[in-house]
T-cell receptor, first 109, second 114 residues
Framework: EDQVTQSPEALRLQEGESSSLNCSYT??????LFWYRQDPGKGPEFLFT???AGEEKEKERLKATLTKKESFLHITAPKPEDSATYLC??????????FGTGTRLTIIP | KAGVTQTPRYLIKTRGQQVTLSCSPI?????VSWYQQTPGQGLQFLFE???????NKGNFPGRFSGRQFSNSRSEMNVSTLELGDSALYLC?????????????FGPGTRLTVL
């Protein structure tokens, strides 16, 4: 059974203080690893898809990386508007999307 | 381009009742998936529909069912509601079937079972 574990559960950073969120996974036949952002009262918003180890993708202050066992979401010089819950998910050979429970990120001005 | 819409946004039911939730995907998207989100379990996959056919199903009891219409709109039904069914139900659409594509999520339907 596919599994996704995210850490930490919650993270508080000062504005401008860079950090990383971790997503560890076990999956049979990785088809894709996804990062989503979810704001309170809203559905998840797609950020990145990574397909193979070594792949990296960037979007504004966010950079996602992938190894064979984990993915990192690096946040550089975050701003208060980056506060949200960040979700990691994997799609494997069973073609089901398995989500982690997320990291709740708070950026303090 | 309009996003995924879900109706109703909020719903209160009592144990034993049944409920139907609706999802309209982004125009042109033929794949619709449903998820249950709870604080303890996070997001859990319910089922995926493509071209009116269920392609995949998660590990939920038979009380949870769904269908998709020819215009790609989808409904999910939960019968004999239990307290544990209280959750945010999210619908997502994508251009292609399968879970290795970008999913666009709706705002969800918040179901409370009393």
């Amino acid at each position: 059974e596919d599994q996704v574990t995210q850490s930490p559960e919650a993270l508080r950073l000062q504005e401008g203080e860079s950090s990383s969120l971790n997503c560890s996974y076990t999956v049979s036949g990785l088809r894709g690893l996804f990062w989503y952002r979810q704001d309170p009262g809203k559905g998840p918003e797609f950020l990145f898809t990574l397909y193979s180890a070594g792949e990296e993708k960037e979007k504004e202050r966010l950079k996602a990386t992938l190894t064979k066992k984990e993915s990192f979401l690096h946040i550089t010089a975050p701003k208060p508007e980056d506060s949200a819950t960040y979700l990691c998910a994997v799609s494997g050979g069973n073609e089901k999307l398995t989500f982690g429970t997320g990291t709740r990120l708070t950026i303090i001005p | 381009k309009a996003g995924v819409t879900q109706t109703p946004r909020y719903l209160i039911k009592t144990r034993g009742q049944q409920v139907t939730l609706s999802c309209s995907p982004i125009s042109g998207h033929r794949s619709v998936s449903w998820y249950q989100q709870t604080p303890g379990q996070g997001l859990q996959f319910l089922f995926e529909y493509f071209s009116e056919t269920q392609r995949n199903k998660g590990n939920f009891p038979g009380r949870f069912s769904g269908r998709q219409f020819s215009n790609s709109r989808s409904e999910m039904n939960v019968s004999t509601l239990e307290l544990g069914d209280s959750a945010l139900y999210l619908c997502a659409s994508s251009l292609f079937p399968g879970m290795d594509n970008e999913q666009f999520f709706g705002p969800g339907t918040r179901l409370t079972v009393l």
